[in-house]
């Protein structure tokens, strides 16, 4: 019975990582286009999908409380009851990991956003002031 609920909670942890890392897709490719805006874009996508999957299982799965069933007497709490709370638990404590990991992300994505844009001004003062100032072999000389 411990196996098949193990079993069952890392499906749970999968689907709901696979599923939540098919949803946030689209937006995860548009940050990292918006900041590197380079082909290595898509190889950071394809590592945050992954890193989605992988802290979505092992948040997900509650494997210290999976340890407290294999003692004596452990395997009789493994009713209806105890199979809808793990899988419920489950599913809620790999979206909270999903969630941090992306928090993380998107905030030092504002921040590389921040720097990416203060860089971007700063070349459009510097070809503004450059189209403003008379070029020295068409200027008339003295």
């Not at 548009?30 to 945050?48: H, Q």
Request: proline share 4%; charged share 15%; no cysteine.
């Amino acid at each position: 019975m411990f196996l098949a609920l193990l079993f069952a909670t890392v499906v749970v942890a999968a689907a709901v990582s696979v599923a939540t890392a098919w949803l946030f897709s689209k937006p995860l490719s548009s940050v990292l286009n918006r900041i590197i805006a380079d082909e290595i874009s898509a190889a950071w996508l394809k590592f945050l999908k992954f890193a989605v999957v992988v802290v979505g299982v092992s948040f997900g799965v509650p494997v210290h409380d999976l340890e407290r069933n294999l003692g004596p007497g452990g395997a009789a709490g493994f009713g209806f009851d105890h199979w809808v709370l793990e899988i419920y638990r489950t599913a809620i404590e790999a979206l909270q990991g999903i969630a941090w990991m992306l928090l993380v992300f998107f905030v030092f994505a504002l921040i590389a956003y921040v720097i990416v844009r203060i860089g971007e001004m700063r070349v459009e003062q510097g070809s503004s002031s450059e189209a403003g100032q008379p070029d020295e072999a068409t200027s008339p000389k003295e």
